[in-house]
């Protein structure tokens, strides 16, 4: 059984949401105001981290629960995230932990963002399936980061990475409560049971 369509919809907006917005935040707050010197090494290793850690996540994301991917990728960002967040004074000191945390940072919201994509495309049944409810979601999930990225640069530093925490804390909340009441879009479930709503 599916939960109601406006349950889904508002959990998979909150996930994207979550994915869009926290990382957004966190990313731009470390090259300008902690590693000036080092912002394109930190977009390069981000991508790099996504990719490799994308090719090992395509191959068994099927496989596996998609709901307990899902919460536990987003467990591992909201946890990296307090982690840089409470050590990033010494952080900027100890350069070998701060990558480690970033690059463990990166593959987690890698695999927060591959799996809430894969999951907003497919907890509709077929013939919604067109893009509608999908479009819906992605306008809420980058529709509603635009008003915060702008809002909260007019908040001090550590306001602004608290608050990227927090979003994060939203994402996990949504990510556990479809754990809990969602439906099981991996495993190798056939697209043809949501064929019945």
């Not at 591992?76 to 995230?81: A, D, F, K």
């Not at 809430?116 to 919604?128: G, H, I, M, P, Q």
Request: charged content about 10%; glycine content about 8%; proline content about 4%.
């Amino acid at each position: 059984m599916l939960p109601p369509l406006s349950v889904r919809i508002v959990i998979g907006g909150l996930i994207g949401w979550s994915y869009t917005a926290g990382f957004t935040l966190m990313v731009l707050t470390f090259g300008p105001y902690y590693f000036p010197n080092l912002t394109n090494w930190l977009i390069f290793t981000f991508s790099v981290a996504s990719f490799i850690s994308g090719i090992p996540v395509s191959m068994f994301a099927d496989k596996v629960s998609r709901k307990l991917l899902l919460l536990t990728s987003s467990l591992g960002s909201l946890i990296t995230s307090i982690l840089i967040l409470s050590l990033i004074s010494s952080l900027v000191n100890d350069q070998y932990i701060f990558w480690a945390l970033f690059i463990l940072f990166s593959i987690l919201v890698n695999t927060y963002f591959l799996t809430e994509d894969a999951l907003k495309s497919e907890y509709w049944v077929t013939r919604r399936r067109g893009g509608s409810y999908t479009a819906a979601v992605r306008v809420m999930s980058l529709g509603g980061s635009i008003p915060v990225i702008f809002l909260s640069s007019y908040l001090p530093v550590s306001s602004y990475l608290v608050l990227a925490t927090a979003i994060f804390s939203v994402g996990f909340a949504a990510s556990l409560t479809w754990y809990l009441i969602g439906a099981e879009t991996g495993k190798g479930i056939s697209i043809s049971a949501w064929e019945h709503e």
